[in-house]
Protein backbone atom coordinates (compact mmCIF):
# COMPACT_ATOMS: atom_id res chain seq x y z
CA UNK A 1 0.00 0.00 0.00
CA UNK A 2 2.97 2.55 1.07
CA UNK A 3 4.41 1.77 -2.75
CA UNK A 4 0.67 2.27 -3.85
CA UNK A 5 0.78 5.95 -2.58
CA UNK A 6 4.35 6.74 -3.41
CA UNK A 7 3.78 6.13 -6.53
CA UNK A 8 0.41 7.65 -6.97
CA UNK A 9 2.18 10.87 -5.34
CA UNK A 10 4.73 10.50 -8.06
CA UNK A 11 2.19 10.82 -10.95
CA UNK A 12 -0.21 13.44 -9.65
CA UNK A 13 3.15 15.25 -9.39
CA UNK A 14 3.45 14.79 -12.90
CA UNK A 15 0.29 15.15 -14.30
CA UNK A 16 -0.32 19.02 -12.59
CA UNK A 17 1.92 20.69 -14.63
CA UNK A 18 0.62 18.77 -18.05
CA UNK A 19 -3.10 19.91 -16.34
CA UNK A 20 -1.85 23.59 -15.80
CA UNK A 21 0.22 23.76 -19.07
CA UNK A 22 -3.05 22.21 -20.99
CA UNK A 23 -5.00 25.01 -19.58
CA UNK A 24 -2.87 27.26 -20.89
CA UNK A 25 -4.06 29.69 -23.83
CA UNK A 26 -3.08 29.30 -26.40
CA UNK A 27 -1.80 26.50 -26.87
CA UNK A 28 -2.59 26.10 -30.31
CA UNK A 29 -2.92 27.78 -33.09
CA UNK A 30 -5.78 30.59 -33.26
CA UNK A 31 -8.38 31.22 -35.94
CA UNK A 32 -8.73 34.73 -36.94
CA UNK A 33 -12.14 35.60 -38.98
CA UNK A 34 -12.25 38.65 -41.52
CA UNK A 35 -15.63 39.01 -42.97
CA UNK A 36 -14.03 40.64 -46.15
CA UNK A 37 -12.20 39.77 -48.97
CA UNK A 38 -8.68 40.12 -49.21
CA UNK A 39 -6.91 43.42 -49.44
CA UNK A 40 -9.46 45.74 -48.08
CA UNK A 41 -9.36 47.35 -44.92
CA UNK A 42 -10.31 44.89 -42.71
CA UNK A 43 -8.19 42.64 -43.78
CA UNK A 44 -4.83 44.62 -43.98
CA UNK A 45 -5.29 45.53 -40.37
CA UNK A 46 -6.02 41.90 -39.19
CA UNK A 47 -3.13 40.96 -40.85
CA UNK A 48 -0.91 43.36 -38.81
CA UNK A 49 -2.32 42.67 -35.76
CA UNK A 50 -2.00 38.78 -36.31
CA UNK A 51 1.47 39.07 -36.91
CA UNK A 52 2.42 40.93 -33.62
CA UNK A 53 -0.12 38.62 -31.92
CA UNK A 54 1.93 35.23 -33.38
CA UNK A 55 5.45 36.72 -32.00
CA UNK A 56 3.50 37.72 -28.27
CA UNK A 57 1.55 34.69 -27.64
CA UNK A 58 4.48 32.35 -29.44
CA UNK A 59 1.38 30.64 -31.31
CA UNK A 60 0.11 31.32 -34.84
CA UNK A 61 -2.70 33.41 -35.36
CA UNK A 62 -3.83 32.52 -38.42
CA UNK A 63 -6.23 35.03 -40.93
CA UNK A 64 -9.32 33.02 -42.53
CA UNK A 65 -11.49 35.56 -44.83
CA UNK A 66 -15.16 34.84 -44.67
CA UNK A 67 -17.01 37.79 -47.03
CA UNK A 68 -20.13 38.11 -47.86
CA UNK A 69 -23.78 39.38 -47.20
CA UNK A 70 -22.44 42.74 -45.47
CA UNK A 71 -20.21 40.73 -43.21
CA UNK A 72 -22.87 38.52 -41.41
CA UNK A 73 -21.40 35.44 -42.76
CA UNK A 74 -18.32 35.54 -41.24
CA UNK A 75 -19.68 37.74 -38.08
CA UNK A 76 -21.65 34.62 -37.67
CA UNK A 77 -19.17 32.16 -37.89
CA UNK A 78 -17.52 34.37 -34.98
CA UNK A 79 -21.00 34.12 -32.86
CA UNK A 80 -21.34 30.36 -33.53
CA UNK A 81 -17.57 29.33 -32.64
CA UNK A 82 -16.59 27.75 -29.01
CA UNK A 83 -15.87 30.24 -26.89
CA UNK A 84 -12.80 28.88 -25.87
CA UNK A 85 -10.52 32.04 -27.60
CA UNK A 86 -9.14 29.78 -30.61
CA UNK A 87 -11.93 31.34 -32.89
CA UNK A 88 -11.70 35.60 -32.83
CA UNK A 89 -12.35 37.60 -35.81
CA UNK A 90 -12.57 41.46 -37.00
CA UNK A 91 -15.95 42.97 -36.43
CA UNK A 92 -16.43 47.14 -37.52
CA UNK A 93 -19.19 49.37 -37.70
CA UNK A 94 -21.09 48.16 -40.58
CA UNK A 95 -21.17 44.51 -38.91
CA UNK A 96 -22.03 45.58 -35.46
CA UNK A 97 -24.36 49.08 -35.55
CA UNK A 98 -25.05 48.82 -39.23
CA UNK A 99 -26.33 45.43 -40.38
CA UNK A 100 -28.29 44.27 -37.49
CA UNK A 101 -30.93 47.23 -37.89
CA UNK A 102 -30.93 46.97 -42.17
CA UNK A 103 -30.28 43.43 -42.60
CA UNK A 104 -31.93 41.91 -39.54
CA UNK A 105 -28.93 40.02 -39.06
CA UNK A 106 -29.05 36.34 -37.29
CA UNK A 107 -26.91 37.49 -34.54
CA UNK A 108 -27.49 40.21 -32.01
CA UNK A 109 -24.27 42.84 -31.65
CA UNK A 110 -23.99 42.77 -27.63
CA UNK A 111 -25.14 39.45 -26.89
CA UNK A 112 -23.56 37.09 -29.96
CA UNK A 113 -19.81 38.35 -28.85
CA UNK A 114 -17.18 39.15 -26.72
CA UNK A 115 -16.09 42.38 -27.35
CA UNK A 116 -12.32 42.06 -27.22
CA UNK A 117 -10.54 45.24 -28.68
CA UNK A 118 -10.60 48.16 -30.27
CA UNK A 119 -8.14 48.22 -33.27
CA UNK A 120 -8.38 51.49 -35.35
CA UNK A 121 -10.43 53.53 -36.93
CA UNK A 122 -10.38 55.71 -40.59
CA UNK A 123 -12.85 58.99 -40.03
CA UNK A 124 -15.05 59.91 -43.19
CA UNK A 125 -14.13 62.60 -45.73
CA UNK A 126 -16.66 64.24 -47.63
CA UNK A 127 -15.16 64.76 -51.10
CA UNK A 128 -16.13 66.29 -54.46
CA UNK A 129 -15.00 65.93 -58.19
CA UNK A 130 -12.29 68.27 -58.92
CA UNK A 131 -14.60 69.65 -61.96
CA UNK A 132 -16.99 70.76 -59.04
CA UNK A 133 -14.91 73.78 -58.18
CA UNK A 134 -16.34 72.76 -54.52
CA UNK A 135 -13.02 72.98 -51.89
CA UNK A 136 -14.76 74.12 -48.83
CA UNK A 137 -18.34 73.92 -46.89
CA UNK A 138 -19.66 77.27 -48.22
CA UNK A 139 -18.92 76.34 -51.70
CA UNK A 140 -20.50 72.57 -50.93
CA UNK A 141 -23.56 74.34 -49.50
CA UNK A 142 -24.07 76.97 -52.76
CA UNK A 143 -23.26 73.48 -55.20
CA UNK A 144 -26.06 71.31 -53.14
CA UNK A 145 -28.76 74.24 -53.29
CA UNK A 146 -28.30 75.19 -57.13
CA UNK A 147 -28.48 71.42 -57.67
CA UNK A 148 -31.50 70.73 -55.41
CA UNK A 149 -29.68 67.61 -53.70
CA UNK A 150 -26.78 66.51 -51.95
CA UNK A 151 -25.61 63.28 -54.50
CA UNK A 152 -23.20 61.40 -53.35
CA UNK A 153 -21.84 57.97 -54.16
CA UNK A 154 -21.03 54.99 -51.74
CA UNK A 155 -20.22 51.42 -51.52
CA UNK A 156 -23.81 50.27 -51.73
CA UNK A 157 -26.61 50.58 -49.17
CA UNK A 158 -26.70 50.63 -46.05
CA UNK A 159 -22.67 51.12 -45.97
CA UNK A 160 -21.07 53.07 -43.90
CA UNK A 161 -20.25 55.72 -46.45
CA UNK A 162 -23.95 55.69 -47.26
CA UNK A 163 -24.98 56.24 -43.78
CA UNK A 164 -22.38 59.37 -42.99
CA UNK A 165 -23.88 60.90 -45.81
CA UNK A 166 -27.60 60.41 -44.83
CA UNK A 167 -26.04 62.17 -41.30
CA UNK A 168 -24.41 65.08 -43.53
CA UNK A 169 -27.43 65.59 -45.47
CA UNK A 170 -29.60 65.45 -42.12
CA UNK A 171 -27.24 67.92 -40.50
CA UNK A 172 -27.24 69.83 -43.35
CA UNK A 173 -30.58 70.11 -43.63
CA UNK A 174 -29.91 68.66 -47.13
CA UNK A 175 -31.84 67.12 -49.96
CA UNK A 176 -30.13 63.18 -50.13
CA UNK A 177 -29.36 61.39 -53.16
CA UNK A 178 -27.38 58.57 -52.76
CA UNK A 179 -25.60 56.50 -55.45
CA UNK A 180 -24.95 52.79 -54.80
CA UNK A 181 -22.36 51.12 -55.93
CA UNK A 182 -20.51 47.72 -55.50
CA UNK A 183 -17.52 48.25 -54.70
CA UNK A 184 -15.47 51.50 -52.89
CA UNK A 185 -12.75 51.42 -56.12
CA UNK A 186 -16.10 51.60 -58.56
CA UNK A 187 -17.57 54.45 -56.97
CA UNK A 188 -14.10 56.33 -56.76
CA UNK A 189 -13.38 56.31 -60.00
CA UNK A 190 -16.86 57.29 -61.42
CA UNK A 191 -16.68 60.18 -58.82
CA UNK A 192 -13.34 61.25 -60.41
CA UNK A 193 -14.82 61.25 -63.98
CA UNK A 194 -17.67 63.11 -63.00
CA UNK A 195 -20.25 61.04 -62.92
CA UNK A 196 -21.59 61.94 -59.09
CA UNK A 197 -20.43 64.80 -57.40
CA UNK A 198 -19.75 63.51 -54.14
CA UNK A 199 -18.15 61.36 -51.99
CA UNK A 200 -18.24 59.94 -48.18
CA UNK A 201 -15.26 57.57 -48.07
CA UNK A 202 -13.29 56.85 -45.70
CA UNK A 203 -9.71 58.49 -45.59
CA UNK A 204 -7.77 54.82 -45.96
CA UNK A 205 -9.61 54.74 -49.03
CA UNK A 206 -9.51 58.63 -50.33
CA UNK A 207 -6.37 59.28 -49.66
CA UNK A 208 -3.99 58.87 -52.41
CA UNK A 209 -7.32 60.20 -54.67
CA UNK A 210 -6.99 63.37 -52.52
CA UNK A 211 -3.26 63.15 -52.79
CA UNK A 212 -3.31 63.09 -56.63
CA UNK A 213 -6.01 66.42 -56.66
CA UNK A 214 -8.32 64.14 -58.18
CA UNK A 215 -10.48 64.92 -55.30
CA UNK A 216 -11.23 67.58 -52.97
CA UNK A 217 -11.91 67.38 -49.82
CA UNK A 218 -14.55 69.43 -48.13
CA UNK A 219 -14.50 68.19 -44.28
CA UNK A 220 -13.54 64.99 -42.36
CA UNK A 221 -15.15 63.40 -39.29
CA UNK A 222 -12.09 63.55 -36.96
CA UNK A 223 -12.26 64.50 -33.57
CA UNK A 224 -9.14 67.14 -34.63
CA UNK A 225 -7.38 68.01 -37.54
CA UNK A 226 -5.35 65.32 -39.20
CA UNK A 227 -1.84 65.36 -39.32
CA UNK A 228 -1.21 64.64 -43.04
CA UNK A 229 -4.13 66.84 -44.03
CA UNK A 230 -3.60 69.85 -41.58
CA UNK A 231 -5.45 72.30 -43.81
CA UNK A 232 -8.43 70.32 -44.07
CA UNK A 233 -11.24 71.32 -41.35
CA UNK A 234 -13.23 68.70 -39.33
CA UNK A 235 -16.92 68.87 -39.32
CA UNK A 236 -16.64 70.09 -35.41
CA UNK A 237 -15.06 72.90 -36.05
CA UNK A 238 -17.24 74.03 -38.78
CA UNK A 239 -20.09 73.80 -35.97
CA UNK A 240 -20.98 69.92 -36.74
CA UNK A 241 -20.31 68.34 -33.73
CA UNK A 242 -22.53 65.76 -34.32
CA UNK A 243 -20.67 64.38 -37.63
CA UNK A 244 -17.49 63.29 -35.95
CA UNK A 245 -17.21 60.06 -35.87
CA UNK A 246 -14.95 56.74 -37.66
CA UNK A 247 -15.30 53.82 -39.65
CA UNK A 248 -14.06 51.20 -36.75
CA UNK A 249 -12.19 47.87 -36.74
CA UNK A 250 -12.55 45.62 -33.78
CA UNK A 251 -11.70 42.25 -32.30
CA UNK A 252 -14.56 39.84 -31.12
CA UNK A 253 -15.07 36.42 -29.84
CA UNK A 254 -18.17 34.59 -29.34
CA UNK A 255 -19.81 34.79 -26.27
CA UNK A 256 -18.77 33.76 -23.07
CA UNK A 257 -15.14 33.76 -23.68
CA UNK A 258 -13.43 33.27 -20.85
CA UNK A 259 -12.28 36.90 -19.27
CA UNK A 260 -8.88 36.13 -18.55
CA UNK A 261 -8.37 35.61 -22.60
CA UNK A 262 -10.11 38.52 -23.14
CA UNK A 263 -7.91 40.39 -21.21
CA UNK A 264 -4.86 38.98 -22.51
CA UNK A 265 -5.48 39.70 -26.00
CA UNK A 266 -6.91 43.26 -25.69
CA UNK A 267 -3.76 44.09 -23.42
CA UNK A 268 -1.99 42.87 -26.15
CA UNK A 269 -3.78 45.05 -29.36
CA UNK A 270 -3.18 48.14 -27.07
CA UNK A 271 -0.04 47.47 -26.51
CA UNK A 272 0.82 46.58 -30.33
CA UNK A 273 -1.43 49.57 -32.18
CA UNK A 274 1.04 51.66 -29.47
CA UNK A 275 3.92 50.98 -31.14
CA UNK A 276 5.80 53.74 -33.31
CA UNK A 277 6.25 51.53 -36.02
CA UNK A 278 2.64 50.18 -36.28
CA UNK A 279 1.13 54.04 -35.78
CA UNK A 280 3.71 55.23 -38.74
CA UNK A 281 1.90 52.38 -40.90
CA UNK A 282 -1.84 52.80 -39.79
CA UNK A 283 -1.64 56.78 -40.10
CA UNK A 284 0.14 55.97 -43.66
CA UNK A 285 -3.50 54.28 -44.24
CA UNK A 286 -5.43 56.73 -42.89
CA UNK A 287 -6.32 55.05 -39.49
CA UNK A 288 -6.50 55.91 -36.42
CA UNK A 289 -5.42 53.85 -33.10
CA UNK A 290 -7.69 55.03 -29.81
CA UNK A 291 -6.62 51.78 -27.10
CA UNK A 292 -9.40 50.82 -24.79
CA UNK A 293 -9.87 48.09 -22.74
CA UNK A 294 -12.51 45.39 -23.10
CA UNK A 295 -15.43 47.55 -21.05
CA UNK A 296 -14.84 50.74 -22.43
CA UNK A 297 -15.22 49.14 -26.37
CA UNK A 298 -18.40 47.68 -25.35
CA UNK A 299 -20.26 50.85 -24.15
CA UNK A 300 -18.21 52.27 -27.65
CA UNK A 301 -20.66 49.48 -29.15
CA UNK A 302 -23.91 50.33 -27.27
CA UNK A 303 -23.70 54.14 -27.77
CA UNK A 304 -22.72 53.35 -31.11
CA UNK A 305 -25.92 51.55 -32.15
CA UNK A 306 -28.28 53.85 -30.89
CA UNK A 307 -26.33 57.06 -32.94
CA UNK A 308 -26.59 55.28 -36.17
CA UNK A 309 -30.14 53.47 -35.52
CA UNK A 310 -31.40 57.08 -35.48
CA UNK A 311 -29.88 58.09 -38.86
CA UNK A 312 -30.96 54.67 -40.67
CA UNK A 313 -34.51 55.12 -39.17
CA UNK A 314 -34.57 58.55 -40.32
CA UNK A 315 -33.23 57.67 -43.79
CA UNK A 316 -36.58 54.82 -43.88
CA UNK A 317 -33.63 52.06 -44.60
CA UNK A 318 -34.89 49.66 -41.25
CA UNK A 319 -35.33 45.71 -42.62
CA UNK A 320 -34.69 47.26 -46.17
CA UNK A 321 -31.53 45.25 -46.62
CA UNK A 322 -30.95 42.33 -49.14
Not at 26 to 46: H, M, Q, Y
Not at 73 to 79: D, V
Not at 245 to 274: C, D, H, Q
Request: aromatic fraction near 8%.
Amino acid sequence: MKRYLIMLLAALAVSVPAVAHCEEWPSRPVRVIVPFGAGGSGDTLARMLTDGLSSAFGHQFIVENRAGAGGSIGAQTIATAPADGYVIGVTNLSILSLVPVINKAPYDPLKSFSHIAYMAGAPVVLSANAKTGVDNLDRFKRYVEEHKAFTFASSGVGSDGHMMGEAIGAALKMTVEHVPYKSAPQALMDIVSGHVPFSTFTLSSSAQFLRDKMLTAVAVTSAERLPDFPDLPTFRELGYPELEGTTWFSLSGPAGMPPAIVEKLNKEINRIVSLPEVQAKLRRDGFQAKPMSAAEFTTLVTRENERWRQVIERAGLVGKGG
